[in-house]
């Protein structure tokens, strides 16, 4: 399973809102909270205390 067919089951672990492909494909974001998780050899971590935060967020 790919990263883009990952996107239509995951969710944001903080508001449970959807998350985008970044376009280097290197992370997923949530607009609603503002925050990137980072993907690492190909597997989102998908911790909030690890996200990157782009300001702005809830």
């Known amino acids: ?5 990952l996107l239509e089951i995951l ?3 903080k508001c449970k809102g ?7 494909e290197d992370g997923l974001v ?7 998780y980072e993907i690492r050899e190909g597997i989102p971590v998908m911790l909030v205390e690890e996200a ?3 300001g702005g967020g809830k």
Do not use: Y
């Not at 399973?1 to 067919?5: A, G, L």
């Open 1 to 5: 399973m790919d990263i883009k067919e």
């Open 11 to 13: 969710a944001c672990p």
């Open 30 to 36: 949530c607009q609603a909270c503002n925050l990137m």
């Open 52 to 54: 990157k935060d782009l």
């Open 18 to 24: 959807e998350l985008m492909l970044t376009e280097p």
